[in-house]
């Protein structure tokens, strides 16, 4: 990553599981948890390593994103819509 502001790595997990609901359909529910934010990719990779057996993240081991971003920078510079996607953070 280059340009200004401190950079650094956010790591979370998602894990997808079926709505837990009695409507008769195939539904499912997406849930995101933040582990960590790294001052490297290295870092975030290592963190990884550590949660990826502990209760709740081993029933989705491949569940982990690493996504890189910079403090001091706006995300949405002109605000945002209902039809938006995320930007990169």
Same mark, same amino acid.
């Given at each position: 990553?280059?340009?200004?502001?401190?950079?650094?790595?956010?790591?979370? %997990?998602?894990?997808?599981?079926?709505? $837990?609901?009695?409507? $008769?359909?195939?539904?499912?529910?997406?849930?995101?948890?933040?582990?960590?934010?790294?001052?490297?990719?290295?870092?975030?990779? #290592?963190?990884?390593?550590?949660?990826?057996?502990?209760?709740?993240?081993?029933?989705?081991?491949?569940?982990?994103?690493?996504?890189?971003?910079?403090? #001091?920078?706006?995300?949405? %510079?002109?605000?945002?819509?209902?039809?938006? $996607?995320?930007? $990169?953070?």
């Amino acid at each position: 990553m280059t340009g200004d502001g401190m950079e650094f790595w956010v790591v979370y %997990h998602y894990k997808m599981t079926a709505a $837990d609901d009695e409507i $008769d359909d195939d539904e499912f529910e997406m849930s995101r948890k933040t582990v960590g934010y790294y001052s490297s990719e290295e870092e975030a990779h #290592n963190a990884i390593i550590r949660m990826r057996n502990l209760p709740g993240f081993r029933d989705w081991p491949y569940g982990f994103r690493i996504v890189g971003s910079r403090a #001091n920078h706006d995300v949405w %510079h002109s605000g945002f819509g209902f039809d938006d $996607d995320d930007p $990169d953070v």
